[in-house]
């Protein structure tokens, strides 16, 4: 059973930062593409930043320029680091991993963990 844990998340002004981690229990963790999504109540879950095996990255519009996702393997570890947080970023962030085969997908969630940024 491959477990995610994600920790990292808080409370933060406006203009602040956080970094949220995301450990998972993977041995083929390189292989895997990661991403960060959050969801707000009564809204639908958004990816904002992924990075993929081969650290090709990819953010959302408003975070770009502010958040940035790295990756260690060595680690099996996901990492968000997040500046010049706005009170609109608050939301619960949520690690995802995902490996696609010829003929498997593997794909696995965190707990989520809670960002609020108070204005």
């Known amino acids: 059973q491959v477990q995610l844990v994600e920790s990292g998340g808080g409370l933060v002004q406006s203009g602040g930062s956080l970094t949220l981690s995301c450990v998972a229990s993977v041995s083929t963790f390189s292989l895997y593409a990661i991403g960060w999504y959050r969801q707000v109540p009564g809204k639908q879950r958004e990816a904002v930043a992924t990075?993929?095996?081969?650290?090709?990255?990819m953010y959302e519009d408003s975070v770009k320029g502010r958040f940035t996702i790295t990756r260690d393997n060595t680690k099996a570890t996901g990492y968000l680091l997040m500046n010049d947080l706005k009170p609109e970023d608050t939301a619960v962030y949520y690690c995802?991993?995902?490996?696609?085969?010829?003929?498997?997908?593997?794909?696995?969630w965190g707990q989520g963990t809670q960002v609020t940024v108070s204005s």
């Open positions: 995802n991993i995902n490996h696609r085969t010829k003929y498997e997908t593997y794909e696995y």
């Open positions: 990075i993929s095996s081969d650290d090709h990255t």
